[in-house]
């Protein structure tokens, strides 16, 4: 007997351009996403959505409860989603109904997808995330990756990129020590960071006015969270008139809102920054794509990169 079939979006399945895992991958979620039904006992309640590495689906469970399936690609970053949920257990986030690791599948309490919090001011959506903060900062599991063991190889990759990269070497030799210093800081570990905390990942819900999604956790340092909330609704930034001033405005309602130390979440601001855009670059360099040839989505990322380096500095 074939269990309930889903439409795959087909942006969604477009992703097999990303290369050989992504293609077998997506050619095996079909099935995967019916197993999953199946045996869970779910009822499809709507289409389903994606984002960058997962599939949603809005379902119902056996006792008529409205949640979400989400499957997502196989990563890092999502291999300890499941843990940060379950360890929250709906204290600021949606809740985990329940997990399969190995298929990288969650049942979760269902938000309203279509309501997050680019739709409030930016001021009261800083303030909202800032009071996340103490509720999701908790004592890490202890299965977590540690922030410092990333700090320590973001030292060194940094130090290695090319004199001829398009970024100017001073801030890549100042991320490159800050990070070189985090990875020492005891002070680095500890607490249960959500890492991609922005306006996106807040939706609005039922039991709490507003619930977090989609950590991809690790066990950090709390100031760490600030640099999502920097570079996503940028447009904002730049209809203001004044980008490098908005920046600065964001990162101290965010530090005055939280209670955080200016110059530890400024830092990590630079390092995250930087590791943007060695990211990019590294991709670029992966397709086989030189400097002089770089797309003009990826000179503007780095500029905005940059862009926040210096405003957090100024």
Known sequence: MTGPRVEIPPNFAAFADRGEDWATWLDRLPRLVRDVLSEWRLVVEGTAIHGDCALVIPVATTEGEPAVLKIGWPHEEADHEHLALRHWNGDGAVRLLRADPHRYALLLERAN??????????????????????RLHQQAPPQLRLLSAHAARWSRELLAMPQSAPVPRRYVEQAASLSRSFATDAATDGRLIHTDLHY????????????????????????????????????????SGDRRRAIRDRFHMVIDAAGFDEDRARDWVVVRMLVNVKWSLDKLAELGIGYDAMPADVVGWISDCITITKAVQD
């Open 113 to 134: 997808a279509d309501v997050d919090l680019t739709t409030v001011p930016i001021r009261e959506a800083c303030e909202t995330i800032a009071a996340f903060y103490p």
């Open 200 to 239: 996106f990942n807040v939706l609005a819900a039922g039991r709490e006015p507003w619930l977090v999604i989609d950590p991809k956790p690790l066990s950090g340092d709390p100031s760490y969270e600030i640099a999502p909330l920097l570079s996503n609704r940028w447009e904002e930034a730049v209809s």
